[in-house]
């Protein structure tokens, strides 16, 4: 089985903590992924992904031009090393019901690992 260093998406991109939910979203498109993480200065203080989207702003009527990233992210960040085995942490997700799971050795992060990585990488 392979550790989740090998299938995690490398570098990880980020978003202001005070940017907007649609500069958060434009992100997303460009970059071609389905999660950011939320920076507060020098600080990863959440993760906001396309499900926060649809239940914390659309579902709730809220306005994503005025709707800050930090009032909508999802925290604490649940983290694991890389080093742990696709199953392990394929697990970890389930149970903690997340689909995006940061990678990280200390505290220093490394990468995002998604659903979508582990599937197509046979997790």
């Known amino acids: 089985m392979t550790p989740i ?3 995690m998406t490398s570098p990880v ?3 202001d ?3 907007t939910i649609s500069t958060a979203a434009k992100l997303m498109c460009e970059k071609k992924i389905s999660a ?3 920076k507060d200065g020098e600080d990863y203080v959440g993760i906001i992904t396309k499900t926060d989207f649809v239940k ?6 809220r306005d994503p031009k005025t709707t800050n990233v930090h009032s909508v992210m999802s925290k604490p960040i649940l983290s694991k090393n890389p080093y742990i ?3 392990e942490a394929n697990e970890f997700m389930l ?6 799971l940061v990678v990280a050795q200390g505290k220093e992060i490394m990468g ?12």
Not at 95 to 100: D, L, T
Not at 112 to 123: A, E, V
């Open 5 to 7: 260093r090998d299938c």
């Open 13 to 15: 991109i980020s978003v």
């Open 17 to 19: 903590a005070q940017a």
């Open 36 to 38: 950011l993480l939320v």
């Open 56 to 61: 914390k702003v659309i579902a709730e009527d």
């Open 85 to 87: 085995l696709q199953s």
């Open 95 to 100: 149970r903690n019901k997340v689909k995006h």
């Open 112 to 123: 995002i690992l998604s659903t979508r990585d582990l599937i197509s990488r046979g997790g």
